[in-house]
């Protein structure tokens, strides 16, 4: 049980104090409510560019890794479809600084061209490493826009294109900011060893002079239903065949949900699930086989990916996936085989909050899709996912006009076939 | 800001097999290690130490690799095996309530393991897959030969793998391997968490106490060779790369020489955080990299330093210029003041973190424990970061980081 306290300021900013008397150092999360999805097309990727600019300095704060550093501190951030988020764990005797650097920066940023500048090049940097410069490093660009038409899913959060980042302005990059870092679209948590209370305080000592800000309204587009099933065939400079194949799933706060998350775990969660069993150890068609959900907030992808073994044509292996997802919902799975991914959901949970940082950052993530209490509800939702369910979600799921497959095809000549 | 108490308690077991128990955390967890040192030190042929410790799950005397999966799994258990250079490691997670199902289970796949054929061939293959991609990215590339160069290619911490090398794994060897390295006077326990401890060390005592695993004779040595230096500027060429990979850096020492604490210091202002000279400068300056750092390892017999980077090809070469710029300077001007005691609060924030939380305790304690050293190392260290003067770390730079020294591989272009 993750008790908090939660204070709504003047201002609009949601705060959460947790309190863990475990631990001499404090998390600050700060998550704010936007993400790659309000990117607009033909300038994706600026959502994480202006991360990226957050670390620039601040009104008050000319480097916010010195003064960070000086509070004995680590910070770091992400940005998803859905949110950018923020946190610092430090010495909860400095818990104040770590308030400090938030709410100045979300009073105002040091905007420069030259700042711009820079960022632009180090995330052209990243968006080389982590996908040009990769063997399957861009599966994901050519996944998502497969299988999403029209949802701005359709593009990943670093953006779709180089040219996209260096396109974005100055202007544009600070309308985005006024437009989206508002304190009524943050949540601030706080995890400590401190009074909840005195956390809270100290939020309103920092925070509650921020002024109110109008947030822009979101307007996304939902993607229609799919009706034909898609494919793409490419090939690279890859040692082995890459199979995907993307299915359309529920939103966040559904209660299909948990049922969908459960299947992905009968599937390939650890080496005593199906796919593993049979695909990997047994038939030896895959090298290695993962099934996960992506879990955005509107509806989501369930993905299957398999690197296939030497010798195996990639339609075989196609089949043999199709073939133990159609066997899945025949012969679904029995009860101790479902208790048996409950368990595992349930421990991964326990384990995962030894870290008063995930705390902090799931505790605010969860005040976003529904309420932070809910992270003490969910192990329960869970639990009461019935055989039924996860047969009946599987069967809606896994049709076959609801995928986008990709077949990633090695260009080694040498490989032989058996 | 100095963590409180982070000595462990020590116990022993009846076959005197040291343990570290540490009382820790709100959740009703524990985590379990187990360190042997069996690591690719100690092996004869490629490939033995870690597919023995791979091949632990993979099937016992008692129990099939399926079944020994399904058990932990429905008791929400982790049970992970590893190696490295120096040991191999049994990690196990497991809510507390379930301890005593959980153990069992580790103390079959520790002392009986079957090295089923099947399941060995698919294993290997599964990883000969692992090692082919790894070989295409230019990171990959530029750490093995950067190991062979600063070690050389027969030095256990230099020597790279062919995939021929998995062709050639047979499971009797595996089972030597076992025999020689997995035994109770090779082997330390580390348990951390919110658990009883009666019950624990007496759960403990019951699988892994007794004489019937500890061993005769000793364990084999490594044949050590003294040829310890390659090429020391490489340069390995792929048309097809956007990014270079580099790794700059030199040999250095094992973990418990005197100069390490001291080291830590040194690295962390040229290359140990976000606000350190060459992420400053290569990154937040030039926008050459997307992250640039350098790493300190101290191994148990030996140790290296490297300096970390994938750069955009195009700015290799004043990616590499302005890289040993900065090592010139540390070696040249004393640290100011002001950037030493910056260094050192992010360092001693770093201490604290590091013992925060059951799992990071046990993490700290075992990154010492696995190179035969105790949790003083950390004392010693926070004196150290506390105590050290802008002349000592000019002195160290000086010593150990003249460019002149430098080993470099670049992979791309």
């Not at chain 1, 400095?94 to 090049?121: A, C, H, Y």
């Not at chain 2, 962390?268 to 990299?289: A, C, D, P, V």
Request: charged share 25%.
């Amino acid at each position: 049980m993750i008790e908090f306290k939660r204070r709504i300021l003047d201002n609009g900013l949601t705060v959460i104090a947790h309190k863990d008397e475990s631990t001499p150092m404090a998390a600050v999360n700060v998550l704010y409510d936007v993400g790659s999805r309000d990117d607009r097309p033909g300038k994706t990727g600026a959502a994480h560019l202006l991360e990226h600019l957050m670390f620039g300095g601040s009104l008050n704060i000319a480097s916010y890794d010195r003064e960070v550093q000086k509070a004995g501190g680590e910070n770091n951030a992400f940005t998803s479809n859905d949110i950018t988020n923020y946190y610092i764990s430090l010495p909860s005797v400095n818990i104040e600084t770590g308030m400090w650097l938030e709410s100045d920066r979300m009073i105002g940023l040091n905007f420069s061209e030259k700042g711009l500048d820079v960022q632009k090049k180090v995330v052209a940097e990243e968006f080389r490493q982590r996908y040009l410069n990769q063997p399957y490093g861009d599966t994901w660009m050519l996944l998502r826009p497969l299988a999403y038409k029209v949802h701005p899913y359709r593009w990943p959060v670093i953006g779709s294109d180089v040219a996209h980042i260096s396109n974005i302005t100055l202007d544009e990059i600070r309308e985005y900011y006024s437009e989206h870092y508002c304190p009524s679209n943050a949540i601030l948590s706080v995890s400590s060893a401190l009074e909840e209370d005195y956390c809270l305080d100290l939020a309103e000592k920092w925070f509650g002079t921020v002024k109110k800000r109008k947030t822009k309204i979101r307007s996304t587009p939902a993607e229609p239903q799919q009706d034909k099933m898609r494919k793409l065939d490419v090939t690279r400079d890859v040692p082995y065949d890459q199979i995907m194949i993307a299915y359309h799933m529920c939103e966040r706060d559904s209660r299909r949900y948990y049922a969908t998350d459960l299947i992905s775990d009968l599937l390939a969660g650890g080496k005593s699930a199906r796919l593993y069993r049979s695909l990997v150890m047994e038939k030896k068609i895959f090298g290695s086989i993962n099934a996960f959900i992506t879990g955005d907030r509107d509806p989501g992808l369930f993905v299957v990916k398999g690197t296939v073994s030497e010798g195996i044509e990639a339609e075989r292996a196609y089949d043999e996936i199709t073939g133990e997802i159609n066997d899945f919902i025949s012969r679904p799975p029995k009860n101790e085989e479902l208790e048996k991914v409950k368990n595992k959901v349930e421990a991964t949970r326990q384990y995962i909050q030894t870290s008063i940082l995930y705390k902090a950052t799931d505790l605010a993530y969860y005040e976003l899709i529904s309420d932070a209490g809910f992270l003490n509800e969910e192990i329960a939702q869970y639990r009461k996912t019935t055989q039924e369910e996860i047969t009946s979600i599987a069967a809606s799921l896994f049709r076959q006009e609801n995928s986008s497959v990709l077949f990633y095809r090695s260009n080694h000549k040498s490989k032989p076939r058996k | 800001m100095r963590p409180g108490n982070i000595s462990p308690q020590l116990a022993r077991l009846d076959n005197t097999l040291p343990l570290y128990l540490i009382s820790a955390g709100s959740q009703p967890v524990t985590r379990v290690d187990f360190i042997f040192s069996a690591g690719s030190w100690h092996q004869s042929k490629p490939l033995m130490a870690s597919s023995t410790s791979a091949m632990l799950s993979e099937g016992t005397e008692n129990l099939t690799g399926e079944e020994i999966a399904r058990k932990a799994d429905y008791y929400g258990a982790y049970i992970n095996t590893s190696s490295d250079r120096d040991n191999a490691f049994v990690t196990i997670y497991s809510l507390s309530r379930y301890l005593d199902e959980v153990m069992p289970l580790a103390a079959d796949i520790i002392k009986n393991p079957s090295f089923p054929e099947r399941e060995l061939e698919t294993m290997l293959e599964r990883r000969k897959q692992r090692f082919l991609i790894e070989k295409t990215r230019v990171s990959s590339l530029a750490r093995e030969q950067f190991a062979a160069s600063v070690f050389g290619k027969e030095h256990p911490y230099g020597r790279t793998l062919s995939p021929e090398d998995f062709d050639n794994v047979c499971p009797s060897g595996l089972a030597g391997f076992h025999r020689d390295h997995y035994r109770a006077d090779n082997c330390k326990i580390l348990v951390s968490g919110s658990y009883d401890q009666d019950k624990v060390l007496s759960t403990l005592d019951h699988l892994f106490g007794s004489g019937d695993w500890v061993s005769g004779g000793t364990p084999g040595t490594a044949n050590q060779s003294e040829n310890p230096h390659g090429l020391k500027k490489v340069l390995i060429y792929r048309d097809d790369a956007v990014q270079s990979a580099l790794r700059i850096g030199r040999r250095m020492f094992p973990k418990n020489s005197i100069d390490y604490p001291g080291m830590m210091v040194v690295n962390s202002i040229l290359g140990g955080h976000f606000g350190s000279r060459l992420m400053q400068n290569i990154r937040e300056k030039r926008g050459y990299t997307y992250g640039i750092g350098s790493v300190l390892a101290g191994l148990k017999y030996d140790g290296f330093m490297a300096i970390v980077s994938e750069v955009g090809a195009e700015h290799r070469e004043a990616a590499v210029t302005e890289i040993y710029r900065e090592l010139e300077k540390l070696c040249n001007k004393p640290v100011s003041e002001k950037e030493l005691d910056l260094t050192k609060r992010h360092m001693l924030g770093e201490i604290l973190r590091s013992f925060d939380g059951p799992f990071a305790w046990l993490e700290s304690i075992r990154n010492v424990a696995e190179a035969g050293m105790d949790h003083s190392f950390y004392d010693n260290l926070i004196d150290t970061v506390t105590e050290i003067t802008p002349q000592q770390v000019h002195d160290l730079a000086k010593k150990y980081l003249m460019p002149a020294e430098m080993v470099e591989v670049v992979a791309g272009k």
